[in-house]
Each structure stands twice: as structure tokens, then as C-alpha cells.
């Protein structure tokens, strides 16, 4: 079982900001900005490349509440997806880094 399915069933701990019925939003283990907090969909997908559109649709609204608990709705901030081997991704079911907290640079010059 992957690792993000093992937090979901509560075999692996995490520092939970937000939860409902089918997304979870955690602190990542290793957070590169002030604030970084991971966004998955309880239900296993692979990566975005995999995941129906009416998850991203209702990971929207999970996530703009995600925003608003961290209290970065309106300071901003980035959220990034990595897919399969060239953009990086190393733990195989979606997920969402939420950084901010802090200005997060420009991602393209
Ligand atoms: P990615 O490279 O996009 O697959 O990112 C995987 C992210 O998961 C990394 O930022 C890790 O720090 C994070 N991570 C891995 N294991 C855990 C864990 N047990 N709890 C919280 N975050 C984790």
C-alpha cells in the first residue's frame, strides 16, 4: 500500500490541517517554505495525469479551504503538482504541495 494511503487509514501519523469525506490536507514532512502542506484525494490515483476531472473539481474547493485555514487565502500563494519521472514525483498517488507563508519566488523567468 503506498505511503499516502497508509496516512489516510491512519497507520502512518500526520499533522493534519483539514480533512473531509474525501480529501485530506497535511503538513509535509520535510516543508520547503514557512508554510507546505500537502492536498490528496483519499481515493488512490496514480499522479493528475490519471485523476477524473470531477475530483480536481471538488480538490478545488477542498483546497481554497486549505487556503483559508492556513490563513494564506489572501497573502497567495503556489500550489504545484509533479508528474511521473520528469516532473520529479516521487510518492505515486496525487497530491498538491501548497507552499506559501512567506513570498515563494518565480517559478518561470
Ligand atoms: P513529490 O516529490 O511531489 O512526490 O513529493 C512528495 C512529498 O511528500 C515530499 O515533499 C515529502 O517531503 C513528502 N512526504 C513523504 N512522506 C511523508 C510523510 N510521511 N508525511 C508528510 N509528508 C511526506
Do not use: W
Amino acid at each position: 500500500m503506498c505511503i499516502f494511503c497508509q496516512i489516510v487509514e491512519g497507520k502512518i501519523p500526520n499533522k493534519t490541517v483539514l480533512e473531509d469525506e474525501n480529501f485530506l490536507c497535511f503538513h509535509d514532512i520535510n516543508p520547503t517554505r514557512k508554510v507546505h502542506v500537502l492536498i490528496i484525494p483519499k481515493e488512490h490515483y496514480k499522479s493528475f495525469q490519471e485523476t477524473p476531472s470531477n475530483i480536481m473539481c471538488d480538490l478545488t474547493a477542498f483546497a481554497q479551504k486549505c487556503a483559508k485555514e492556513l490563513n494564506i487565502d489572501e497573502s497567495g500563494y503556489r500550489l504545484i503538482t509533479n508528474i511521473g519521472d520528469d516532473g520529479g514525483q516521487e510518492v505515486h498517488h496525487l497530491h498538491f504541495h501548497m507552499i506559501g507563508g512567506e513570498p515563494v519566488g518565480r517559478l518561470v523567468r
